[in-house]
């Protein structure tokens, strides 16, 4: 299936230190994103990387894409409190696939004050 | 200005009824979704449309029909409710293309009782 698989499925941390977050998957991709969900909400876009792009930051987050391992990681530096959160890792496939954005089952992050 | 708004919010009703839940966007894109979230916080797709027409369906049981009278809207039917159904449904929509990111709707919580 196409669908990643987030590793550790449960992270805890406390503020300042940095999270990693892990995304392995087994088809072929167009790109790859993450998605954070606060407790209760909907799931907001973080970053989208491409399948010829190795690494992306955005603001405190940088990812990173290794097509020949199929995997993906998450690293949130200098955490806050306000970054618990479950993060998701979305799949979208090529050519007819790419009506698809398929999720994996998160990884819970909470970071303790 | 809500992007994704999904009504109702919490849903409570018993075996064997029917119910729906409505979604709208006004965002402008032209690809909307329908995913599942189990207990396990798991994100299923469910169903994927395109200017109106069903692109992706993943199996979906038939009392599930999904109805997108314009592109800015699409609704989920479902029939003959069961317990297995419990779970929040959400709804998102994308622009067209593989490099796009999902905006998700806060999400209907349904409880089969």
């Known amino acids: 299936s196409q669908q990643g698989e987030e590793d550790p499925q449960a992270l805890s941390i406390q503020e300042g230190e940095n999270a990693t977050m892990n995304c392995s998957y087994k088809?072929?991709?167009?790109?790859l994103q993450w998605y954070r969900q606060n407790s209760g909400r909907g799931l907001v876009h973080l970053i989208l990387?491409?399948?010829?792009?190795r690494e992306k930051h955005s603001g405190r987050l940088r990812v990173t894409l290794d097509t020949s391992k199929k995997s993906s990681s998450l690293l949130i530096t200098a955490s806050r409190a306000a970054d618990t959160a479950s993060y998701f890792c979305?799949?979208?496939?090529?050519?007819?696939?790419?009506?698809?954005?398929?999720f994996g089952k998160g990884t819970l992050l909470t970071v303790n004050p | 200005d809500t992007a994704v708004s999904q009504t109702p919010k919490y849903l409570v009703t018993q075996m064997g009824n029917d119910k729906s839940i409505k979604c709208e966007q006004n965002?402008?894109?032209?690809?909307m979704y329908w995913y599942k979230q189990d207990s396990k916080k798991f994100l299923k797709i469910m169903f994927s449309?395109?200017?109106?027409?069903?692109?992706i369906n993943e199996t979906v049981p038939n009392r599930f029909s999904p109805k997108s009278p314009d592109k800015a809207h699409l609704n989920l039917h479902i029939n003959s409710l069961e317990l297995g159904d419990s779970a929040v449904y959400f709804c998102?929509?994308?622009?067209?293309?593989?490099?796009?990111?999902?905006?998700f709707g806060q999400g209907t919580r349904l409880t089969v009782v």
């Open positions: 088809t072929s991709i167009n790109n």
């Open positions: 990387i491409r399948s010829n792009e």
């Open positions: 979305a799949l979208r496939g090529s050519g007819g696939s790419n009506y698809k954005l398929t």
């Open positions: 449309y395109n200017n109106k027409e069903l692109i």
């Open positions: 998102a929509s994308s622009p067209t293309g593989g490099f796009t990111e999902a905006f």
């Open positions: 965002l402008g894109h032209d690809t």
